[in-house]
């Protein structure tokens, strides 16, 4: 099954290439069929999820390249079916999000389709190689929708974004290879790639003895994974990659790619190196402090509406920091479910400016005015997820919140009440970006503008009935991860 939710889409992909470049609508359908598919097969992974196991399920474990011990080796726990079920919804719906795309039309929607295959690989792999190629692979079609379908700087932006990357997939490169030298195969005695492997400290020898080693290759497997969250002061890549970035883009790169930072750090760094996760335990709670506080200021600050919900995510990752650094059962658990919620509440917000950006044109906050009178329905939903973002009670936001709290205060009671400033701040710039755009005197410019459209609401309905139904309900993604997180503390902490 996970093999066909990861290729699904590459056989999408490789059947635009045959289609005729005029018929654009059959290109549309091809890839949102192709999309489809890993979604009908990810809610069938959730339904059949065995819930009372803390290790890996739907395994498929294959020799790949002998000679240097490289397995084609997949599986999914609690931690990575949350994210793979965040994976297939997004892509789908960004590919209808899409659907008014006709520059290169053919290349757009078979690129987007190539990146939901790295992503969702990245999510399903237990061997380090095999993930490192996946993650390699989302790279490149996302330098490519950035550079072509994006704005006025697009160029600068895509350039800028794939050198962050690089740079860190070089340091994840180091840090594998190392690891590779280090680690051998209980059964064959040879090196090995495989992540369960390196998992088992029995395995390690050799160089990361030394504890000072094991911190120089923590940092760099660090690094490289928070370019990706982005944690300050590596997230300067972000902003531009957003403003610059086609709506669905945004959507996937705010909603999926973020989270493969703290995704790496919790699969990888945190297990294999959990003496070090413990001594990081402290400046990984300060991080996800200034995250929150600096990212929440910086959105106080920003006219263009897409900049600050930028920012906002680099504010919002911040409790998934605070969250890990607890690392107790509540705050790891409410950590994995923030980057959940984080991902479905932000792609409502970038559906949302993509919706008013698609009628005006542009999406300074001042320009607008009034919306409220001219849009309702899309002041009602726009709303909802600006709402759902603060972390209002009765939204998804708010439960995982609640629960990175908790599970911060009794450890770092200073840095969670300092953090808490971020909530503050978070509803200041909401409601006024709110009360510049939809209330006060309606602009007269803007008379003539449409309400949101039945395609634009398939895309956002969905995402909303799950962010209501976690809010009030939020077991059905708790029982998911419960065990296999509360292994995961119990192989770090002890």
Same mark, same amino acid.
């Not at 490789?14 to 949102?32: H, M």
């Not at 395994?59 to 609690?78: A, L, T």
């Not at 603060?390 to 300092?418: C, K, Q």
């Given at each position: 099954?996970?093999?066909?939710?990861?290729?699904f889409?590459v056989?999408?992909?490789?059947?635009?290439?045959? @289609?005729?470049?005029?018929?654009?609508e059959?290109v549309?359908?091809?890839?949102?069929a192709a999309a489809a598919?890993?979604l009908?097969?990810a809610?069938?992974l959730?339904m059949?999820?065995d819930r009372?196991?803390?290790?890996?399920?739907?395994?498929?474990?294959?020799?790949? /390249?002998k000679?240097f011990?490289?397995?084609y080796f997949?599986?999914?726990?609690?931690?990575s079916?949350?994210?793979?079920?965040?994976t297939?919804l997004?892509?789908?719906?960004c590919?209808?999000?899409?659907?008014k795309?006709?520059?290169?039309c053919?290349?757009?929607f078979?690129?987007?389709?190539l990146?939901?295959?790295?992503?969702?690989?990245?999510f399903?792999s237990?061997?380090?190689?095999?993930?490192? @190629? %996946?993650?390699?692979v989302?790279?490149?079609p996302?330098y490519?929708?950035i550079g072509?379908?994006?704005g006025?700087?697009?160029e600068y932006?895509a350039?800028k974004f794939?050198?962050?990357?690089?740079?860190?997939?070089?340091l994840?490169?180091?840090?594998?290879?190392a690891? !590779? !030298?280090?680690?051998?195969?209980p059964?064959t005695? $040879?090196?090995?790639?495989?992540?369960?492997?390196?998992?088992?400290?029995?395995n390690? $020898?050799? /160089?990361?003895d030394?504890a000072?080693i094991?911190f120089v290759?923590?940092?760099?497997?660090?690094?490289?994974f928070?370019?990706k969250?982005p944690?300050f002061? %590596?997230?300067?890549w972000?902003p531009?990659?957003?403003?610059e970035?086609p709506?669905?883009?945004?959507?996937i790169?705010?909603g999926?790619?973020?989270?493969?930072?703290t995704?790496g750090?919790?699969?990888?760094?945190y297990?294999?190196?959990?003496?070090?996760?413990?001594?990081f335990?402290?400046?990984?709670a300060?991080?996800?402090?200034?995250?929150?506080?600096?990212?929440?200021?910086?959105?106080?600050?920003?006219?263009d509406?897409?900049?600050?919900?930028?920012?906002?995510?680099?504010?919002h990752m911040g409790y998934?920091?605070?969250?890990?650094?607890?690392?107790?059962?509540t705050?790891?658990?409410?950590?994995?479910?923030q980057?959940?919620?984080?991902?479905?509440?932000?792609?409502?917000?970038?559906?949302?400016v993509?919706?008013? +950006?698609?009628?005006?044109?542009?999406?300074?906050?001042?320009?607008?005015?009034? =919306?409220?009178l001219?849009?309702?329905v +899309?002041t009602?939903?726009?709303?909802?997820?600006?709402?759902?973002?603060?972390?209002?009670?009765?939204?998804?936001? %708010?439960?995982?919140?609640?629960? @990175?709290?908790?599970?911060a205060?009794? @450890?770092?009671r200073t840095?969670a009440i300092?953090?808490a400033?971020?909530?503050? /701040?978070?509803?200041a710039?909401v409601?006024?970006?709110?009360?510049r755009?939809?209330l006060?005197?309606?602009n007269?410019?803007y008379?003539?503008l449409?309400d /949101?459209s039945?395609r634009e609401?398939?895309?956002?309905?969905?995402?909303?009935?799950?962010? =209501?139904l976690l $809010?009030? +309900?939020?077991?059905p993604?708790?029982d998911?991860?419960?065990?296999?997180?509360n292994?995961?503390?119990?192989?770090v902490a002890?």
């Amino acid at each position: 099954m996970l093999s066909w939710m990861t290729f699904f889409p590459v056989i999408g992909a490789l059947s635009i290439t045959f @289609v005729p470049k005029d018929r654009k609508e059959i290109v549309k359908t091809v890839a949102a069929a192709a999309a489809a598919v890993p979604l009908i097969l990810a809610v069938q992974l959730f339904m059949n999820f065995d819930r009372s196991i803390a290790g890996f399920q739907f395994v498929e474990h294959y020799e790949w /390249i002998k000679s240097f011990n490289i397995e084609y080796f997949m599986g999914i726990d609690g931690l990575s079916v949350p994210m793979v079920l965040l994976t297939a919804l997004l892509s789908f719906l960004c590919i209808i999000a899409s659907w008014k795309i006709d520059k290169a039309c053919k290349g757009y929607f078979a690129l987007f389709l190539l990146l939901e295959a790295g992503m969702m690989g990245v999510f399903v792999s237990l061997d380090f190689f095999l993930f490192y @190629v %996946f993650w390699e692979v989302m790279l490149l079609p996302m330098y490519f929708l950035i550079g072509i379908w994006g704005g006025p700087r697009k160029e600068y932006a895509a350039i800028k974004f794939f050198l962050y990357t690089l740079a860190g997939s070089v340091l994840m490169l180091l840090a594998m290879i190392a690891f !590779y !030298y280090n680690v051998q195969d209980p059964v064959t005695g $040879g090196h090995t790639f495989n992540m369960l492997h390196m998992m088992d400290q029995a395995n390690h $020898g050799g /160089i990361l003895d030394v504890a000072n080693i094991r911190f120089v290759i923590w940092m760099a497997l660090f690094i490289g994974f928070a370019i990706k969250v982005p944690i300050f002061p %590596f997230h300067t890549w972000l902003p531009d990659a957003h403003v610059e970035a086609p709506t669905a883009v945004s959507v996937i790169l705010a909603g999926v790619l973020l989270k493969m930072g703290t995704y790496g750090i919790l699969r990888i760094s945190y297990p294999i190196l959990p003496d070090q996760a413990v001594n990081f335990m402290i400046p990984l709670a300060i991080l996800g402090a200034i995250n929150i506080i600096y990212g929440a200021f910086c959105a106080m600050a920003q006219s263009d509406m897409k900049k600050l919900v930028a920012y906002s995510s680099v504010s919002h990752m911040g409790y998934v920091l605070l969250g890990m650094a607890a690392m107790n059962s509540t705050g790891i658990n409410g950590a994995v479910l923030q980057m959940f919620n984080h991902g479905t509440i932000t792609a409502m917000m970038f559906l949302c400016v993509g919706v008013i +950006y698609d009628r005006a044109h542009h999406r300074d906050i001042d320009g607008f005015g009034g =919306l409220g009178l001219q849009m309702p329905v +899309y002041t009602s939903v726009f709303s909802f997820a600006l709402f759902a973002a603060v972390g209002l009670p009765g939204l998804s936001g %708010f439960v995982s919140e609640a629960m @990175v709290f908790l599970g911060a205060f009794p @450890v770092h009671r200073t840095i969670a009440i300092v953090s808490a400033l971020g909530i503050v /701040i978070g509803a200041a710039y909401v409601l006024w970006m709110l009360q510049r755009v939809f209330l006060g005197p309606k602009n007269d410019k803007y008379d003539d503008l449409p309400d /949101i459209s039945a395609r634009e609401l398939f895309t956002l309905v969905p995402i909303g009935l799950i962010v =209501l139904l976690l $809010g009030v +309900y939020p077991m059905p993604v708790l029982d998911l991860m419960k065990a296999s997180l509360n292994h995961l503390i119990k192989v770090v902490a002890g």
